[in-house]
């Protein structure tokens, strides 16, 4: 099974912020990375596939990068609704394995 | 407007049986794959099960397999998931979600499962 590290596991950050959260696959996955937005009481929600392609909807203030096993999330300018708790995730080949998240706090 | 509603869960004794399933809208039910995704009080999220558009190509994570199937009707653009001998740590919150070219593209809102006696 492929394991997905991401990090940091938290980070406290401000409004206005720019914030960068790495994952990384235990083997190389080409570009099958997908980033996902938790918040309480909400759908799951995706920000990201194929590692930098932005889901329709999804403000231009996230970004992806990488390719093969290291993997960056990138929110240029924190807004009060960015503050969540953020998941990579390999679609490579199952089990579709998840990271274990990165809460970000203010 | 793509919508995904779960239904069924609920509390259950260890080593009981619980059925979930998925009322799906808003898209061409048959050309998609589906997923389940769980995720556990306080724990991030975990894979659990893939069925195919057509239902042939299906895969479970480890810690279910053997006993969860899942299923589909693409007549009744419906998702499914038998959970058969309960435990504790399968208790979570069970989203059924949608695949497209492999990403999770549309979640539902989760239906809670808690496995206590």
């Known amino acids: 099974d492929i394991q997905m590290t991401q990090s940091p596991s938290s980070l406290s950050a401000s409004v206005g912020d720019r914030v960068t959260i790495t994952c990384r696959a235990s083997q190389r996955i080409s570009n099958s990375l997908n980033w996902y937005q938790l918040i309480p009481g909400k759908a799951p929600k995706l920000l990201i596939y194929d590692a930098s392609s932005l889901q329709s909807g999804v403000p231009s203030g996230f970004s992806g990068g990488g390719s093969g096993t290291d993997f960056t999330l990138t929110i240029t300018t924190l807004q009060p609704e960015d503050f969540a708790t953020y998941y990579c995730q390999q679609s490579y080949s199952a089990p579709y394995t998840f990271g274990q998240g990165t809460k970000l706090e203010i | 407007e793509v919508q995904l509603v779960e239904s069924g869960g609920g509390l259950v004794q260890p080593g009981g049986s619980l059925s979930l399933s998925c009322a799906a809208s808003?898209?061409?039910?048959?050309?998609?794959?589906l997923n389940w995704v769980r995720q556990a009080p306080g724990k991030g999220l975990e894979w659990v099960s893939y069925i195919g558009s057509s239902g042939i190509t299906i895969y479970y994570a480890d810690s279910v397999k053997g006993r969860f199937t899942i299923s589909r009707d693409n007549a009744k653009n419906s998702l499914y998931l038998q959970m058969n001998s309960l435990r504790a740590e399968d208790t979570a919150v069970y989203y059924c979600v949608r695949a497209r070219s492999g990403r999770f593209d549309s979640w539902g809102q989760g239906t809670l499962v808690t496995v206590s006696s």
């Open positions: 808003g898209f061409t039910f048959s050309y998609y794959s």
